[in-house]
Nanobody, 125 residues
Framework: QVQLVETGGGLVQAGASLKLSCAVT????????LAWFRQAPGKDREFVAT????????YYADSVKGRFTISRDNSKNTIHLQMNSLKAEDTAVYYC??????????????????WGQGTQVTVSS
């Protein structure tokens, strides 16, 4: 049974940093592409960042590029999302996801089969 558990959310002021982590169990970690998505109140879930399994390249949403960094620790079956210079508009529930998307579909949540329960990030302005 595949499980993804996110940790690290919280309430911070604008300009601060947070680091989210997602522990993956029940599957072969290296076989999956891993991604972060987020969903703000009243909005659709949106892509944040991913490390693709085929080329290990990182991809980011334009809104977070230069501020967020995704990384994966294969020895600990964990991915991280380092979030710097946080803005009020980054407030959302952040989800990690695992799947096997092709390159053309890695930004779509329907490409990922497994999801964590989400962790709340609130940025006060």
């Amino acid at each position: 049974q595949v499980q993804l558990v996110e940790t690290g959310g919280g309430l911070v002021q604008a300009g601060a940093s947070l680091k989210l982590s997602c522990a993956v169990t029940g599957t072969t970690f290296n076989n999956h592409g891993l991604a972060w998505f987020r969903q703000a109140p009243g909005k659709d879930r949106e892509f944040v960042a991913t490390v693709h399994r085929s080329n290990n390249r990182e991809y980011y949403a334009d809104s977070v590029k230069g501020r967020f960094t995704i990384s994966r620790d294969n020895s600990k079956n964990t991915i991280h999302l380092q979030m710097n210079s946080l803005k009020a508009e980054d407030t959302a529930v952040y989800y990690c996801a695992a799947g096997r998307p092709i390159l053309s579909s890695l930004r779509y949540d329907t490409s990922y089969a497994y999801w964590g329960q989400g962790t709340q990030v609130t940025v006060s302005s």
